[in-house]
């Protein structure tokens, strides 16, 4: 079993939609970390939480650490935010490294 | 702006040729990593340096080889290469954990290597 684990793996949704993509973990974690990868490759950091929520823009993270679940929201989708949204645990405080969830792959059609 | 590169978007290898992956960073972070991202398993991490000729094994180092002979250059090393090592790989950096806090990594643009 992943000790990070995502839903759903895909998702396609209509422009101007509300989206959820939602990310449980098993283990203690000092930060929960959303990633975007783009067709072609390259990884962003999209926010980096260890409570609450944070909103960037159209994006909103939030996290629940008692039930060890996490949710990104998009509002007001639009086909740019096509991509694979990845979320990873940072499970020490200070230690660098991160268990990856598999992805959700999100298409937005116009 | 942090800027993570790689030497190539795409490289093609036949099997038992020994294949040199180069990954640098402009912002001094002490810390680098190596991924593999393959479909349906997301990112497994393979070797990771926390300092200049310092290295630590990942998850799945076998087959895998790095060099960190300066702190902005972090080199993976595939010694033999094999058909189950066509993949995408994946570099990043990220301040020291020596630091109070978390820090996000940095992810470079991703090798595609294809080994046939």
């Known amino acids: 079993k992943n000790e990070v684990e995502q839903s759903p793996q895909n998702l396609t949704a209509q422009e101007g939609e509300f989206i959820t993509i939602n990310c449980s973990y098993s283990v203690g974690i000092s930060a929960l970390h959303w990633l975007q990868q783009h067709p072609g490759g390259g990884i962003v950091s999209l926010f980096m939480?260890?409570?609450g929520k944070k909103k960037h823009g159209r994006l909103i993270a939030t996290i629940n650490i008692q039930e060890k679940h996490s949710s990104l929201h998009i509002t007001a989708s639009h086909p740019r935010d096509s991509a694979v949204y990845i979320c990873?645990?940072?499970?020490?405080?200070?230690?660098?490294?991160?268990?990856f969830g598999t992805g959700t792959r999100l298409t937005i059609i116009p | 702006d942090v800027k993570v590169t790689q030497s190539s978007r795409y490289l093609v290898k036949r099997t038992g040729e020994k294949v040199f992956l180069e990954c640098v960073q402009d912002?001094?972070?002490?810390?680098m990593f190596w991924y593999r991202q393959d479909p349906g398993l997301g990112l497994r991490l393979i070797y990771f340096s926390y300092d200049v000729k310092m290295k630590e094994k990942g998850d799945i180092p076998e087959g895998y080889s790095v060099s960190r002979e300066k702190k902005e250059r972090f080199s993976l090393i595939l010694e033999s290469a094999s058909t189950n090592q066509t993949s995408m790989y994946l570099c990043a950096s990220s301040i020291s954990k020596g630091l109070a806090g978390v820090y996000e990594q940095y992810f470079g643009p991703g090798t595609r290597l294809t080994v046939t």
């Open positions: 912002m001094d972070h002490e810390n």
């Open positions: 939480l260890s409570s």
């Open positions: 990873a645990a940072s499970s020490n405080f200070g230690n660098e490294k991160l268990t």
